[in-house]
């Protein structure tokens, strides 16, 4: 209260307002250290609709309620409940929107990128079923070698009871497989390879999913694969007698049966539109990065945008909360008033998002365990991958895993992060406001944009001072007498008799 008495404002007591509709409405006082709010905050005010303005000033000149019945729907929902309608209309609707968006646009980038997805795990199977034959060929070599070289030692009269006459003929014939040599090379290089991508190659489920697997974890999911095309590569040898290995290999198809996972597409969607970019699913189609070149920066906007209109909301409203508890009779919750500014603010903040960050990281233990089996998420682990998707860094390490991700999933869990976003986009603002007025201030007249402007009109000057010297120069040199300055505009002699006129 003593605050508003200094600064000359109508009390609540006389406009009949609640404290946070005096704030929304009235206009904001300017050159204020702290910011266009005054003291309260370093943020100006919500927009004023124009109708909910009209229906201030009607209530505080004493409008009747007949005009007050006038008001759309809308504007008595703002005027009755304004902290759950800009909740609502600024908070929770956006960030909703912004998961909408993510499941559209993940939609068709899963659809545009599925048959290469489908074409990769196809030939990642055939070089797996290829370096399968080659270790069975192997394998087989290896077991018969010394049966034939005994069969050999022994067509050729080789006596068996010399053993060492048939030891020295067992290691001849071993140094003279050379049938084996090129295989063993073959199967060592192509090895290393498939080494390199583990089990299942280079096969991957980030845009699709098989409902007819064992589990939705990508091992199932890429076991059935596995399953389904190995009984295509042999149904074809069997029905086509005259098909080669090569041929049956290129031909067989283990992903018929999958279809697009749109709930993959829309958490790659959301990662892109955030930011984060964990990097572990990447378009490879034409398609699919045209949509992020273009739909994909749209939403780079899209979210900044409304992270910004949220956390506006959000902070004034929390402000509001801390003005009341200074208005309070009971001195310990008057203290809490001086949250709202300062060094205050700002640890008040950054609190705030740390706690949730623990709570989006124990959200993320609960998920882990829910949807993967024999998976453990410590809780360390679970913090690392909260405080970089927070921060957007993003390093791959740790990110959501598409295979295992539902669509009901995109409203809990890409939902913590957009909160955890307007925390930080509060903590940053609220820390940036703090600086700005810790930091040694210049007088005015030694700001960049002044001195730059001087600058400017000094080079201008001087440019003009020049062009004029140059001027009389010439004319002297032609012998004509320089122009004297003159303070009138036309120096004719019509003009100067017509000024000389209007003088007297």
Not at 110 to 120: F, S, W
Not at 185 to 207: F, H, P, R, T
Not at 253 to 273: D, E, K, L, P, R
């Amino acid at each position: 209260m003593v605050e508003e008495e200094k600064m000359g404002e109508v009390t609540s007591a006389d406009t009949g307002l609640t404290p946070f509709e005096e704030h929304h409405y009235k206009k904001p006082p300017l050159n204020i250290v702290g910011g266009w709010q005054g003291v309260d905050s370093n943020v100006p005010p919500l927009p004023l609709d124009p109708a909910s303005e009209d229906i201030s000033q009607s209530k505080h000149d004493g409008g009747s309620e007949k005009e007050h019945e006038k008001m759309s729907f809308l504007d008595q929902l703002e005027s009755r409940f304004p902290r759950w309608y800009h909740i609502a209309l600024d908070v929770l609707l956006p960030l909703g929107f912004l998961i909408a968006v993510a499941f559209v646009c993940g939609h068709i980038v899963a659809v545009l990128e599925l048959d290469g997805e489908k074409i990769n795990n196809n030939l990642a199977l055939a070089e797996n079923q290829h370096l399968q034959e080659l270790l069975k060929g192997l394998v087989d070599a290896a077991e018969s070698a010394p049966v034939d070289c005994l069969d050999s030692y022994i067509s050729s009269g080789g006596d068996m009871n010399n053993v060492l006459k048939l030891r020295q003929s067992l290691q001849e014939c071993g140094s003279q497989l050379q049938v084996l040599d090129q295989p063993i090379n073959d199967v060592y290089e192509e090895l290393a390879i498939e080494l390199g991508y583990g089990q299942y190659g280079s096969m991957s489920v980030n845009w699709m999913t098989c409902s007819n697997a064992k589990g939705r974890e990508a091992g199932d999911q890429l076991a059935y694969m596995a399953g389904v095309w190995t009984e295509s590569y042999e149904t074809l040898l069997q029905e086509n007698k005259d098909m080669s290995r090569e041929e049956a290999m290129a031909q067989a198809t283990g992903t018929n049966s999958c279809q697009v996972h749109t709930a993959a597409g829309a958490v790659f969607w959301f990662t892109i539109m955030t930011t984060i970019g964990y990097g572990n699913a990447t378009p490879v189609t034409a398609g699919g990065r045209a949509m992020v070149y273009t739909l994909g920066f749209v939403s780079i906007i899209l979210f900044t945008a409304i992270i910004g209109r949220a956390g506006y909301a959000v902070l004034q409203i929390v402000d509001d909360g801390l003005r009341r508890c200074e208005r309070q009779k009971n001195k310990v919750v008057q203290k809490l008033g001086v949250i709202k500014r300062g060094v205050p603010s700002v640890l008040f903040w950054m609190a705030l998002l740390i706690l949730w960050i623990l709570f989006v990281a124990e959200i993320a233990i609960w998920y882990n365990d829910a949807r993967r089996v024999n998976s453990d998420l410590s809780l360390s682990d679970a913090m690392w991958w909260s405080y970089i998707s927070t921060t957007t860094v993003g390093f791959g390490d740790f990110y959501i895993q598409p295979d295992v991700f539902l669509a009901r999933d995109m409203f809990y869990i890409p939902l913590l992060l957009l909160i955890s976003f307007v925390f930080l986009a509060n903590f940053l603002l609220k820390l940036s406001g703090w600086l700005l007025e810790v930091m040694p201030s210049r007088e005015s007249g030694s700001s960049l944009g002044l001195i730059l402007e001087e600058q400017l009109e000094l080079k201008s000057g001087n440019d003009h001072a020049q062009e004029a010297k140059h001027k009389a120069s010439v004319q002297e040199e032609e012998g004509k007498e320089p122009p004297v300055s003159s303070p009138f505009k036309d120096e004719s002699p019509a003009y100067l008799a017509e000024t000389e006129i209007g003088l007297a």
